[in-house]
């Protein structure tokens, strides 16, 4: 789908030692392989997921190509604001430093839900819980020299509500708008709450990228909203996707590279794109800002 540059993990990542990276989302896909790649280059990783299980078996799996990494385990469920402050107040306890922050973690296409504290699934998660994570790091990543924060969105970000976002609507399921759009809705935010922290934090080096089209478990989401739509379109789709290894690349990159530029949209592989309409409107960018920091403190964030 997409060109770009050509990054080699293995030559361009430099050494990480004595450097500390938080992945969400850090136990399959994009994630998994992200944490992979920066361990072997001697990272602390800090790998950030909702189930204790699957992160244990992600650490063992890493750990078989690179035996010497150290990996630390931090129970993180993003749809949760509770859960969301403890794992802030456990990495904030633990370490005084944090060099990178990939919010890599992401729900796709999910049925109408909510989070636990009512905000629509894919927006609550996507958004909200990695907004205030950020929000309760932004101490120690202020306290590190040239300290970089990646968001994960998409080129779904094409596909957002009318205007951009609907806001008044997000503490609901928003069930009566199709998933994609609110999908698209989610990461349209992610690219205007790189593009505010660019702005209101300069110190800090902060990204957005689409991944490209990656056969990950996040397609399950829409396996499970859509099953026989998903069995129709797999085939079609399938020569159009391209392996975790590929899709990882443009994070490593923006994690890494001194390349990398703040404030931009990045992707496959490192390629800097201006996203949509929407996603270059600083009005917007500042309305979701005040909206989700007086979101966050109506629950005492």
Known sequence: MFGGKRFDPDKEIPDLTAKTILVTGGNNGL???TCRQLAKHNAHIYLAARTPSKAESA???????APNANITFLELDLASLESVKKAADTFSAESDRLDVLINNAGVMALPASTTKEGYEIQFGTNHIGHFLFTKLLMPTLQRTAESRIVNLS????RLPPKGGLALKDAQSNMASYNTWVRYGQSKLANILFTRELSRRYPAIKSVSLHPGGIDTG????????????????RPIASPFLT?????ALTQLF?????EAKTGTYYVPTATENAG??????SKLAGELWDWTEQTLAEHGY
Not at 59 to 65: E, H, M, S
Not at 254 to 258: F, N, P, W
């Open 31 to 33: 994630g998994l392989e």
């Open 59 to 65: 650490i063992a799996d890493i750990k078989g190509t």
């Open 154 to 157: 998409s080129e779904g970000h």
């Open 218 to 233: 996040l397609s399950l989401g829409f396996q499970k909203a859509h099953p026989w739509l998903a069995v129709f379109l």
């Open 243 to 247: 392996t975790v290894q590929k899709g």
């Open 254 to 258: 923006a994690a890494t590279s001194e």
């Open 276 to 281: 949509s309409k929407y996603s270059q409107d």
